[in-house]
């Protein structure tokens, strides 16, 4: 039967229940909610001891908060029972809707595992529902939803009527572990959604300050930058460029927004820069200035994207090397230049002069020019039609494109036109070197080649072979054309030359020798030197006056 006052003491019993599920919900972090847990079984359903053991993300539950004893906390706090051992815990004794009751007679196999727990010795229990200290009743925490995922287990102890709960003070302690459990969950959450705050902030923080990075890094750096648009109608189109790339082509920014690199390179490095791929590509090319003057650059691009989805751009790095390309020219030309007279040297003239030959055997019975072209034909007829007119030459043929070289007949002017080969020794400079001094042979070397240079057509080569020995390469010249060059030369050379305010003179001797396919370069020049060795004998006894 129940008793007049049983009611009043379960409408306080809900008053303060209703108190401590209200505390619940008022604390601002997880740790404050696991420990107002704790408080809240002390201080509302009559218990003197309240543990909140909390499930880690390995499984394993760890002790997140104590209530009634300082000693108990300061043992326990912090430490950890396996999810095995719970387990085991959790299907023994005697089940009360949610909760679990081990009794004392059943709890002494629990004492050697790992679950923390704190106990308080006394006197064995005189009648049948006496509290007995090594009682034990949990309260399992699910999460709120169907799939029953424990949070964690409130363990209580030492209840103050020193009775085991009855009915009413189970029901009190499943609703306020269910309630806890809510409370739990809704902690995580908040906990969650800060830290995701707090790392989106961050987030923000670095993008801004990358963002901001890089564009002091774009806009002052030393050397260009430029962003442009990747695929689309528009692709390549200058988007932004920074100060150093406007500087170094003379081009306001709102101007640059109008181009492509493709619209400022130079007409011969137009293949370079469709050869050079976009992503990690590099070339080295010449950009128009606004003045109509070409710089020597080095782009180098990189692709960047907006966002991780977002469209992509083509970063271009231009890197000002105008001083060492002029200084590689400078380099290159020395290499191939004479020094004292500028003009192509020995090595230089050899490559020039290879590059007009090719390995192709001379035709065997033709002596004339035409004879070797209608050979030439005749044998790539026959070539054709063996075929059956498929067989174009293989990749690679040292003879595709290539306009074979051949000399003209030298006894007979058929109209042939060949390349002509003129060797030029000077008369009589050894006697101004003895008797003037090395300073005045060399300012004469200079002015012979200034003056064989004007004598010859745009696109001749004049070279210094070596001492006082020139040569000079004339494609398109006849027989009597190659006769006639040599002769204007030679009345060219021999003309006074003035040094240090006297007259000397030095006089010339020409051969000329013809290039044709399948001679050697020195095969060439030595038929051209022997010729001019061959004129030299026969005007021997022809005085010629030097100095």
């Known amino acids: 039967m ?17 108190k401590v599920v209200a505390d619940l919900n008022m604390a601002r972090s997880l740790a404050d909610t ?26 394993d539950l760890v002790v997140a908060a104590f209530a009634g004893s300082a000693a108990a906390e300061a043992l326990i706090t912090g430490r950890v029972g396996s999810r095995p051992s719970w387990e085991r815990r959790l299907s023994m004794g005697e089940a009360w809707g949610e909760l679990r009751f081990i009794p004392h007679t059943e709890g002494w196999v629990l004492i050697e595992d790992d679950v923390p727990q704190w106990h308080t010795d006394g006197p064995e229990p005189r009648f049948e529902d006496e509290w007995h200290p090594r009682d034990r009743l949990y309260a399992p925490m699910y999460a709120s939803g169907t799939g029953r995922e424990l949070l964690g287990v409130i363990s209580v102890d030492r209840p103050r009527n020193g009775r085991r709960p009855g009915p009413w ?16 969950s809704n902690a995580r959450l908040r906990a969650n959604m800060q830290r995701a705050l707090v790392r989106l902030e961050r987030e923000q923080q670095a993008l801004r300050a990358s963002e901001e990075s890089f564009r002091q890094a774009f806009e002052y750096a030393p050397s260009g930058m430029a962003i442009a648009e990747m695929g689309g109608d528009q692709h390549g189109r200058l988007l932004r460029t920074n100060d150093a790339l406007c500087r170094l082509l003379a081009r306001p920014a709102s101007a640059m927004r109008r181009y492509s690199f493709a619209d400022l390179v130079h007409p011969e490095d137009v293949g370079t820069l469709l050869r ?18 070409y710089v020597w650059v080095s782009l180098r691009n990189s692709v960047v994207a907006d966002t991780a989805d977002g469209p992509r751009f083509l970063l271009t790095h231009v890197e000002d090397i105008e001083d060492r390309k002029r200084h590689e020219i400078q380099l290159a030309h020395r ?11 020995s090595a230089e003239l050899r490559a020039r002069l290879s590059a007009k030959l090719c390995e192709l055997p001379q035709p065997v019975g033709r002596g004339t020019a035409v004879g070797a072209m209608d050979a030439a034909y005749e044998s790539e007829a026959e070539a054709f039609y063996s075929t059956d007119g498929f067989d174009f030459g293989s990749p690679g043929d040292p003879y595709d494109h290539h306009v074979h070289t051949i000399a003209p007949d030298g006894e007979l002017d058929d109209g042939a036109k060949g390349l002509a080969v003129l060797f030029c020794d000077l008369d009589g400079f050894k006697s101004i070197n003895d008797r003037f001094g090395h300073q005045t042979g060399d300012a004469v070397l200079v002015e012979v080649a200034r003056r064989l240079t004007t004598g010859v057509r745009e ?12 040569v000079v390469l004339a494609d398109g010249l006849g027989s009597a054309d190659a006769a006639d060059l040599a002769l204007r ?3 060219a050379i021999i003309l006074p030359i003035r040094v240090g305010g006297r007259g000397v003179r030095v006089g010339a001797s020409f051969g000329i020798g013809w290039a044709s396919c399948g001679m050697s370069v020195d095969e060439v020049l030595q038929s051209a030197d022997q010729r001019m ?3 030299k004998r026969s005007r021997a006894k022809v005085h010629r006056r030097a100095g």
């Open 335 to 345: 290499a191939s230049h004479d020094a004292l007279t500028g003009l192509p040297n």
């Open 276 to 293: 050079t791929s976009a992503e990690g590509g590099r070339a080295e090319i010449r950009l128009g200035r606004r003045d109509g003057t």
């Open 489 to 491: 030369l030679r009345n």
């Open 459 to 470: 696109g001749d080569t004049v070279a210094r072979l070596g001492g006082d020995e020139f």
């Open 533 to 535: 060795y061959i004129e």
């Open 169 to 184: 003070g189970q029901e009190a302690l499943q609703m306020y572990a269910s309630q806890a459990g809510i409370a739990i």
């Open 34 to 59: 696991l420990q107002t847990v704790a408080d809240g079984i002390v201080a509302g359903l009559g218990y003197e001891l309240a543990c909140v053991n909390l499930v880690r993300p390995d499984g």
């Open 2 to 18: 129940e008793t007049e006052s049983e009611p009043y003491v379960r409408l306080a019993s809900l008053r303060q229940l209703h």
